[in-house]
């Protein structure tokens, strides 16, 4: 009996300290895959954030934040969710800008026109409606035959797309 009682009271602390150190190793295997999933690294997003704080006081972008957003959106260049979750966040900033010189407009266009058109890498709407925010701060009139389509085009966000695509073209000053 002594035994048995022996057994029991080193069995359960020994199976809680094993369950435990099992608990434990999930949450750091969950911790890891977390990190593996995160679209866009902590001190990217700080950058950014950093960026969008500049263009709201300055209404532009200097040329090195400039280059390491179109960088950063040239990394994130393909298909799949986290790419346009990543895209989607790059070009927040840009939608923000009132003042461009014309050699950033230039670079900013280049850039983003690909997303409007039918390349397989950009083929989210979400791709197409930022892009069109970002044409609608551009007001460069060669993107209209990239934005005309756009207004019946497929849309699964409620009309958001064709919403965007007419801003950029009313901004531009297309008249149909």
Do not use: C
Request: proline fraction near 5%; avoid cysteine.
């Amino acid at each position: 009996m002594l035994l048995l009682v022996l057994a029991i009271s080193l069995y359960f602390p020994l199976r809680a300290w094993k369950d435990n150190h099992e608990l434990k190793a999930n949450q750091l295997q969950i911790a890891r895959n977390d990190e593996r999933m995160h679209i866009i690294a902590a001190k990217d997003e700080l950058k950014i954030e950093g960026i969008i704080s500049k263009i709201q006081k300055t209404g532009g972008v200097s040329d090195s934040d400039l280059g390491w957003l179109l960088d950063s959106l040239k990394k994130n260049n393909g298909a799949g969710q986290s790419q346009e979750i990543a895209r989607v966040t790059i070009l927040n900033p840009l939608e923000q800008l009132k003042t461009i010189p014309s050699l950033q407009e230039e670079q900013i266009y280049q850039a983003v026109i690909p997303m409007l058109g039918s390349d397989p890498a950009y083929n989210d709407t979400l791709d197409k409606i930022r892009a069109s925010a970002v044409m609608r701060v551009l007001k460069d009139r060669r993107a209209i035959p990239y934005l005309l389509p756009l207004l019946n085009a497929p849309d699964t966000t409620d009309g958001q797309l064709r919403i965007h695509a007419q801003a950029a073209l009313d901004a531009i000053g297309y008249k149909s």
